[in-house]
C-alpha cells in the first residue's frame, strides 16, 4: 500500500485567461517535514498554496489531505483540514490584543479570555514564541505580527501551515528566532511549506525543496543533497552568474546634501526624522531598513513629491552653485535643471501609467516639451523603440496597455524611461521586487553602469545579501532616523541587522 | 472533482480580438432590441409594427426626422463635454444645471440687450456668455474638490436644482412676461439660431465640436494630463502635473461646453427659457457618453439612435396609444445590455464539469 502524505497534490491545474499559472504539479509533502517550494516571481508558488488555502479552486486535479481527497471551496474548509496559512500582509484587528486576536471568529467555543489566553500561553511555550499576548497590535513590531498569526494558526489547530514569504520583511536576527520556532514545530509533526526564493534560507531551514518553475513542478529534492548553484539552475532553467560586478568609485564628489531632513504624514506622525545624509556621484548608496522606516518618505521628498516639514536638500551639479530642492514642485526641480531620476517603489501607481502603452508613458518625462498645445509624440516612440530594443522588452507592441506585461517588463519600461533623461541623481525604491533572476541582473548592472556614469545611485533594497554585492555605502533607516552608514565592502548582515532595530541611531550598550 | 465544487466559476479572459469584441457588442444590442419584443408583447402590440411605428416615426417624414436632429444636438453636445471629465475619472454630473446656467446667460442678452446689437453680435455674446456662465456652474465644485477635497459627484448633483431653482425664479419673477403668466417671453427674432436644412445650426457646431474634442482628447498636451490623472493622481504628480489646475480647467471646459447647450437650447429649439430647459439631456448624456466609451465620434451614433429612440416613441404614443415612457424603458435595456456584455468580454463562465482543455 501507498504510504499516506500529510499533503498531496494530484495533477492541479489552474488557468488565469491563457495564463497557466500551475500547471499539472505533482507534489507530496509529509509530517515533521520542513518543505521550501522554491521558484521566481511567477512561478505559481502562491498560486498553488492559495489552492490548499481555500482561496482558489483547481481547475483540474485533486488535493488529497492524509490520503483523503477534499474539496477546499473556502478558507473556512481549509481551517476543518487543519490548513492554516500566514499570508505576507497580515490580517489583524489593530487595536486588539494579540489574544483577542488569536481567538477572534471562533464560533464553536465560549468567548473565555482567561481560559484562552491559558491555552495560548501553552502553544507559546511549546515552540518558543516570545510574545507579550497582551500587547495591542498596533504596538507591535512586524516580526510580533507574524508571530500571532503563526499563534493564530496553531491556535485553531493546523497541522498544516503554509508561510507565504515569510522572512521579506524581518531582520536577520528575527529570521533566526523564526527559524527556531518552525524547527519546534517540525519536532512536534507538523507539515510546513515555507514559500520563498531565497536560497540561504532554504538550505539552512528546511528538509526538502520543490521547484516550480513557469508554473511547472520541475523536481523536489532533498536539501541536503543540493547547493544554491543546482538550486538557481532548476528554478531559473540554465546556468545563472551570481556575482554583481563592482567597480570601485570613480570621480566621488557630493550631489545631494541632505540635512535635518523631516517629513510628517497627513496625520502628523513624523515619518521622516532629521535624516543627514550625503550621495556621492559615481556611488552607489544602499538604504536598508524594514519597511515603513522612512524610505518611501524620503525619496519623495527629494523628488518634491512630499511636503518637507524641516531640514534642506542641497543640489550640487558639476558646474553651477548648489541648489536648495525644499520647497519645490516636480515640476520647479525639473526647470531648475536638476537631472533627478526616481523609479518608484509603486510602478504602476505611480512611476507609469498602467492603461497606456510604452509610448504613452515615455511621454510622462517630456508631455510638456515644446511649443504649442499639441504634445509631441515622436520622440518618445523613438525612445520607447530604443527601450524596447535596448532592454529586450517583452510586448506585443509599444502601444500595449503596460498594465499587461509580466513585472519585468514594467520594471524595464520604467527603469529605460528614467536611465534615458540622463539623470545625475537616480533613485530607486526596490527596483527588483517581484522581478525574475534574469531582470534582476539586469537593473544592478543597470545602476552599475549609471554609477560609472558619475550618477548618484540611490538604491532602496530589501535583500540585504543584493545590497552588500551591489552598493558602495549603506545608509541604514530604523524608524525614520537615520541609524548609520556604512561601508558595504567591510560590513556584514548582522550588522546591518542591528543597526536596522536599534532606535536613533544610538548604541545599544 | 466532485458535488462540492462550485457550479460556475468565474475566471479572466486573455485579449479579445477586436473583432469579436463587436461581435459581442452587437449581439447585446440585438438582445437588448428582442428583450423590447418582450415589453410590447406584454402591453398586447405586435413587436414588428411597434419597431416599424419607431423607425418611420423618426425617420419616415421630414419633419420626424428634423425633430430627431433637433433631439440630438443637445446629447451630443452635452456627451462630448463629459467625456473629458470621465476620463479624468471626475463624476461631473452636473450637467443639467451647467445647461441651464448656459441658457440663462444667453437669456438674458436674448431678453435685456436685444436691441443694442444686430442680430449676428448678439448672438454671439449669447453664446460666449452662456459658455462662461456653464464654466463658472462647473468651477464651483472643482474648486471645492480640489481645495478641500469634497466630493464632486454630489456636488455636482446638488448645483444642479440650484440652477433649476433660479430659473423658476427668473420666470415667475424678475423675467416674467405677462404678470401672473409664470412665463418668459419669446426671444426676438434677431435672438434666435438662424436655421440649416430646417434644423438650427447648432447641429454643424456639435459636428464641429466632435472633431476638436477628438483631437483635444487625444493629441493635445491637455488631454494628456487629463488622461494621466484619470488612471493614477500620483503618477500625474509625479509627472509634474498640476492636479489642481488640471481638474479646474478640465471642469471649467466641460461646463464651457454644457453652457453653449443650454444656449442652443434656448435661443435653438425653444426660443425662450423655462426650468426644464435642459430637458433631461444633462442626465442622458451620460448614458451616450458611457455607451460611446468616451469615443466622440462613437458619440454621433448613440445620441442620433437615442433620439431615434425617444422620437419614435412620442409617435408611438399617438399612433398606438403606448406610453411613450417605452423610450426610456428601451433606453434602459440598451444600456443594461450593453454596459452588462462588457462583463462577457472580460470574464468567461466555467461550468461544473466541464475541464475546458481549449484555450478558449
Same mark, same amino acid.
Given at each position: ?332 526641480? !525639473?526647470?531648475? #535643471? =536638476? +537631472?533627478?531620476? %526616481? &523609479?518608484? $517603489? /509603486? ?103 549609471? !554609477?560609472?556614469? #558619475? =550618477? +548618484?545611485?540611490? %538604491? &532602496?533594497? $530589501? /535583500? ?46 | ?360
Amino acid at each position: 500500500m501507498e504510504k499516506v502524505h500529510a499533503v498531496e497534490f494530484k495533477g492541479i491545474t489552474k488557468r488565469f485567461g491563457s495564463n497557466v499559472a500551475n500547471d499539472n504539479i505533482n507534489l507530496y509533502l509529509d509530517k515533521g517535514v520542513i518543505m521550501s517550494l522554491l521558484g521566481e516571481n511567477g512561478s505559481g508558488k502562491t498560486t498553488l498554496m492559495n489552492m490548499l488555502a481555500g482561496i482558489y479552486f483547481p481547475d483540474e486535479g485533486e488535493i488529497l489531505i492524509d490520503g483523503k481527497p477534499v474539496a477546499i471551496t473556502s478558507p473556512k474548509d481549509a481551517f476543518d483540514n487543519k490548513i492554516g496559512m500566514i499570508h505576507q500582509h497580515f490580517k489583524l484587528v489593530d487595536i486588539f490584543t494579540a489574544t483577542e486576536n488569536i481567538v477572534l471568529g471562533l464560533k464553536d467555543e465560549k468567548y473565555d479570555l482567561k481560559a484562552a489566553t491559558a491555552r495560548v500561553r501553552e502553544i507559546c511555550d511549546r515552540y518558543g514564541f516570545d510574545i507579550d499576548l497582551n500587547k495591542k497590535i498596533y504596538e507591535m513590531s512586524v516580526s510580533e505580527k507574524q508571530t500571532v498569526e503563526i499563534v493564530k494558526v496553531l491556535y485553531r489547530g493546523a497541522d498544516i501551515l503554509i508561510l507565504d514569504e515569510p522572512t521579506a520583511v524581518l531582520t536577520p536576527q528575527e529570521i533566526e528566532k523564526l527559524f527556531f520556532v518552525l524547527r519546534a514545530m517540525r519536532q512536534d509533526g507538523k507539515a510546513i511549506i515555507l514559500i520563498t526564493h531565497k536560497l540561504n534560507e532554504v538550505l539552512s531551514v528546511s528538509d526538502v525543496v520543490a521547484v516550480l518553475r513557469k508554473g511547472q513542478h520541475i523536481a523536489t529534492v532533498r536539501t541536503a543533497e543540493t547547493d544554491e548553484q543546482k538550486l538557481t539552475e532548476m528554478m531559473v532553467g540554465h546556468a545563472v552568474k551570481l556575482d554583481i560586478d563592482r567597480l570601485d568609485p570613480k570621480d566621488v564628489k557630493p550631489r545631494l546634501s541632505i540635512k535635518d531632513l523631516t517629513c510628517k504624514d497627513k496625520e502628523g506622525v513624523v515619518k521622516l526624522d532629521h535624516a543627514s545624509f550625503v550621495a556621492n556621484g559615481g556611488e552607489i548608496l544602499g538604504i536598508a531598513g524594514i519597511a515603513g522606516s522612512g524610505q518611501k518618505e524620503l525619496l519623495e521628498a527629494i523628488a518634491g513629491l512630499r511636503k518637507v516639514d524641516e531640514g534642506s536638500i542641497l543640489y550640487t551639479p558639476d558646474d553651477a552653485p548648489a541648489a536648495e530642492l525644499v520647497g519645490k514642485t516636480p515640476m520647479e526641480i !525639473k526647470e531648475a #535643471g =536638476v +537631472a533627478l531620476a %526616481f &523609479v518608484p $517603489e /509603486d510602478r504602476l501607481g505611480m512611476g507609469l501609467v498602467g492603461g497606456m502603452g510604452m509610448t504613452e508613458n515615455m511621454m510622462l518625462r517630456s508631455w510638456n516639451k515644446g511649443k504649442g498645445i499639441f504634445v509631441d509624440r515622436k520622440a518618445p516612440e523613438e525612445l520607447a523603440e530604443k527601450v524596447y530594443d535596448f532592454l529586450e522588452v517583452v510586448t506585443p507592441s509599444i502601444d500595449y496597455p503596460v498594465r499587461k506585461l509580466s513585472g519585468g517588463n514594467v520594471q524595464k519600461v520604467l527603469v529605460g524611461r528614467e536611465i534615458a533623461s540622463e539623470p545625475s541623481v537616480l533613485m530607486s525604491a526596490y527596483a527588483v521586487r517581484g522581478l525574475d533572476i534574469n531582470t534582476s541582473y539586469v537593473i544592478y548592472n543597470l545602476m552599475s553602469a549609471q !554609477k560609472a556614469k #558619475g =550618477v +548618484a545611485v540611490i %538604491f &532602496v533594497g $530589501e /535583500d540585504l545579501d543584493v545590497l552588500l554585492e551591489l552598493c558602495d555605502r549603506i545608509l541604514v533607516l530604523c524608524g525614520g532616523k537615520v541609524s548609520g552608514v556604512v561601508d558595504a565592502r567591510t560590513t556584514s548582515k548582522d550588522e546591518l541587522g542591528l543597526l536596522m532595530t536599534k532606535v536613533g541611531g544610538k548604541e545599544e550598550n | 472533482m466532485n458535488e462540492k465544487t462550485p457550479f460556475i466559476r468565474l475566471a479572466k479572459r486573455e485579449d479579445m480580438p477586436k473583432s469579436k469584441v463587436w461581435l459581442i457588442r452587437g449581439g447585446a444590442f440585438v438582445l437588448a432590441i428582442l428583450i423590447g419584443c418582450l415589453i410590447f408583447l406584454i402591453s398586447d402590440t405586435n413587436p414588428f409594427k411597434a419597431y416599424g411605428t419607431i423607425l418611420m416615426g423618426a425617420l419616415g417624414k421630414k419633419t420626424g426626422f428634423r425633430q430627431v436632429i433637433k433631439n440630438a444636438v443637445p446629447l451630443l453636445g452635452t456627451a462630448l463635454a463629459l467625456a473629458p471629465c470621465f476620463r479624468m475619472k471626475y463624476w461631473n454630473i452636473g450637467a443639467e444645471g451647467q445647461i441651464t446656467m448656459g441658457a440663462v446667460g444667453a437669456s438674458f442678452f436674448a431678453l435685456k440687450m436685444y436691441e443694442a446689437m444686430p442680430s449676428p453680435v448678439l448672438l454671439t455674446v449669447m453664446g460666449v456668455t452662456s459658455i462662461l456662465f456653464g464654466a463658472f456652474w462647473a468651477i464651483i465644485p472643482a474648486l471645492f474638490k480640489s481645495r478641500w477635497g469634497t466630493n464632486e459627484t454630489l456636488f455636482t448633483l446638488m448645483m444642479n436644482y440650484i440652477a433649476i431653482g433660479i430659473v423658476g425664479w427668473l420666470q415667475g419673477g424678475p423675467w416674467e412676461g405677462k404678470p401672473g403668466s409664470q412665463i418668459i417671453p419669446l426671444f426676438d427674432e434677431k435672438a434666435v439660431l438662424p436655421k440649416v436644412g430646417g434644423v438650427h445650426i447648432g447641429w454643424i457646431i456639435v459636428l464641429l465640436l466632435t472633431v476638436v474634442m477628438y483631437v483635444y482628447m487625444n493629441y493635445t498636451k491637455h488631454g494628456y494630463e487629463v488622461a494621466v490623472l484619470g488612471e493614477s493622481e500620483n503618477t500625474a504628480v509625479y509627472a509634474g502635473m498640476n492636479v489642481a489646475k488640471v481638474t479646474i480647467r478640465t471642469a471649467a471646459l466641460s461646463g464651457g461646453i454644457c453652457g453653449l447647450v443650454g444656449f442652443m437650447l434656448a435661443s435653438g429649439t425653444n426660443q425662450t427659457l423655462y426650468s426644464d430647459v435642459a430637458g433631461g439631456a444633462g442626465f442622458t448624456a451620460i448614458t451616450v457618453c458611457w455607451l460611446a466609451q468616451l469615443n466622440p465620434f462613437a458619440m454621433i451614433a448613440i445620441a442620433f439612435l437615442l433620439a431615434v429612440l425617444s422620437k419614435g416613441a412620442s409617435v408611438l404614443q399617438t399612433s398606438l396609444a403606448i406610453p411613450s415612457s417605452i423610450s426610456d424603458i428601451l433606453t434602459g435595456i440598451i444600456l443594461l445590455c450593453m454596459l452588462g456584455c462588457e462583463f462577457f468580454i472580460n470574464y468567461r463562465m466555467i461550468f461544473r464539469g466541464h475541464h475546458e482543455k481549449e484555450a478558449a
